[in-house]
């Protein structure tokens, strides 16, 4: 039999944030730790229908189901932890002048504030999703794009540098969700840029 990976929940300490409450937080955890349940679930029932190696007539319409399912329940784990991991408490609002991304901004946009426009646009865009800022890796530039569901809108070979959740759970404690943009705002507030920086650095 195939031995599937086992993937763990992840701690994060972010209480305290600013605009963003403990309540709206411990239900984002618990979300979180769902899609690690059904990821290695899901994993554990592929890897049983692949034990001999086929894959027969009976068990085809099971296994494309359990597969699609894990590319929703997989890239929710995932990106939930891009977002856990750059929040922080006590956040500075914008980069420093110096920092990487801004830099990296700049020489993709022109302008830091320019990114920022469109990054915020993109979060404002209706419908629930992920606003994400990617590097592309052959030439280093970064690029918002709006990703739907978990794994809809994903570039493909494109490193996620920012993430941020804009499903309504993310907020919905907090803000009425025709105050996206109040979250928006919330969310520049604590954003972890030395962890943004490190996923940028780490790329070059």
């Given at each position: 039999m195939i031995n599937p990976t086992v993937y763990k929940v992840k701690s994060f300490d972010l209480s305290d944030l600013k605009g963003i409450s403990d309540k709206s937080l411990d239900?984002?955890?618990k979300l979180y730790q769902g899609y690690v349940k059904q990821t290695n679930s899901l994993l554990e029932q592929i890897s049983e229908i692949l034990k001999d190696g086929v894959i027969d007539q009976e068990e085809n319409p099971v296994y494309s189901e359990l597969t699609r399912r894990l590319g929703f329940e997989f890239n929710g784990m995932v990106l939930h932890e891009y977002y856990f991991e750059n929040l922080q408490k006590q956040g500075t609002g914008d980069p420093d002048t110096q920092s990487a991304f801004r830099k990296a901004a700049e020489e993709s946009y022109g302008k830091y504030e320019v990114w920022k426009t469109d990054f915020m646009g993109v979060a404002k865009l209706?419908?629930?999703?992920w606003a994400?800022?990617?590097q592309n890796p052959t030439n280093k530039k970064l690029s918002n794009h709006w990703v739907s569901l978990h794994e809809i809108g994903n570039v493909a070979g494109f490193e996620p540098i920012l993430v941020l959740d804009v499903w309504?759970?993310?907020y919905l404690f907090d803000y009425?969700?025709?105050d996206r943009p109040k979250y928006i705002e919330a969310f520049f507030e604590n954003i972890n840029w030395d962890a943004v920086?490190?996923?940028l650095e780490n790329k070059q």
């Open positions: 239900m984002h955890f209706r419908g629930v999703g994400i800022c990617y309504e759970h993310a009425a969700p025709s920086d490190a996923r």
